[in-house]
């Protein structure tokens, strides 16, 4: 028996907006961004995109994935310039334009090494570049900073915030952090347990810039309880399922 894995979810972004998505594991998060990415299609409903049904999204939205499924045997600017290959563009037109931004990626210096030589913080902006080379005005990110020890994942944030104010792209995360949600974000969406559903709306009305300095900020732990409390009960929900499910 098939089994829903997504229930009226609505959510709306904006232009330049940089939003996140939190639930527990399993409620169709990576789905949602399956079918905005146009890797899979919802049974119903709509996605649009500048307010019209996009039927054909695939290619038009960038997505990075958890993994940064880097190519072993190609070096950083080769795997950078990947994405833009396979659309086409000649290999060194292709590396010619990837080797512009290894700055500002932070990878000046690791252009030509191989992904194994790499920390897992400059694997993941090697896998960033190559999804940004492609110019796609939203960028979908599938928890791109779960596998990060914790130092690293606060640079990498940091990173992130930086690059996002100076390229002005649409964003959404998908994360199971609470700090990083707000942190980052202009708005967070909490999901239920599946079939996932949109049970709170956050607006993080938090001035910018922002550092990690600010999660013991009064505002900061505010809106944290806020978000904490569905989180807690889905939780809670899950837990007793599968308790249920076990007896």
């Known amino acids: 028996r098939r089994e829903p894995v997504l229930a009226g979810v609505s959510l709306t972004v904006g232009p330049g907006q940089f939003v996140s998505i939190i639930g527990p594991s399993g409620c169709g998060k990576s789905t949602l961004l399956n079918i905005i990415a146009g890797l899979d299609q919802p049974d119903a409903g709509t996605v ?54 290894t700055e500002q990626f932070g990878l000046r210096g690791f252009e030509h090494q191989y992904p194994f030589a790499l920390s897992g913080g400059m694997r993941q902006r090697a896998a960033f570049l190559r999804t940004m080379l492609l110019d796609q005005e939203v960028v979908l990110l599938d928890e791109p900073f779960g596998a990060l020890d914790a130092l690293t994942r606060v640079q990498m944030q940091g990173w992130l ?6 390229l002005g792209k649409t964003i959404i995360l998908i994360t199971h952090d609470v700090d990083e949600a707000i942190l980052m974000s202009d708005r967070v969406y909490v999901m239920t347990a599946r079939p996932g559903r949109i049970t709170m709306v956050l607006d993080v009305s938090l001035p910018r810039p922002r550092n990690f300095m600010e999660v013991t900020q009064p505002a900061f732990v505010d809106l944290k309880a806020r978000l904490l409390t569905p989180l807690h009960d889905e939780s809670s929900k899950q837990d007793h399922w599968q308790s249920g499910a076990l007896i």
């Not at 500048?50 to 290619?59: F, I, N, Q, V, W």
């Open 48 to 101: 649009e995109v500048d307010g019209d049904p996009a039927s054909r999204r695939l290619g038009r939205i960038g997505y990075m994935q958890q993994k940064d499924l880097l190519l072993p045997w190609r070096t950083v600017v080769d795997n950078a310039a990947l994405g833009l290959e396979i659309r086409g563009t000649p290999r060194r037109q292709a590396r010619r334009r990837a080797l512009e931004l």
């Open 161 to 166: 915030l930086d690059l996002w104010g100076a």
